[in-house]
């Protein structure tokens, strides 16, 4: 990931949604929510206690964090 794959807050969201469904697609996660607004998206991923909602960044961070510790197991 040498090249950026976003240079907008839309963008952003689109890579976020893709990392989202590979996490999905490898089972780190059971599922997640996008809940999509005029100017901007939320993200839910459930878990036993609660769930919070997060913004883009906060998803596409989470997300490749948990990609990228499953691709060093």
Do not use: C, W
Not at 8 to 23: F, I, M, N, P, S
Not at 43 to 59: C, D, G, K, R
């Amino acid at each position: 990931m040498s090249q950026y794959q976003f240079h907008d807050e839309y963008t952003l969201a689109e890579v976020a949604d893709r990392l989202g469904k590979k996490a999905l697609n490898l089972g780190l996660i059971p599922s997640f929510v996008v809940r999509y607004f005029a100017d901007s998206r939320q993200y839910y991923i459930p878990n036993e206690v609660s769930s919070e909602p997060l913004t883009p960044e906060q998803a596409y961070m989470r997300f490749k964090t948990m990609i990228e510790k499953s691709n060093n197991k």
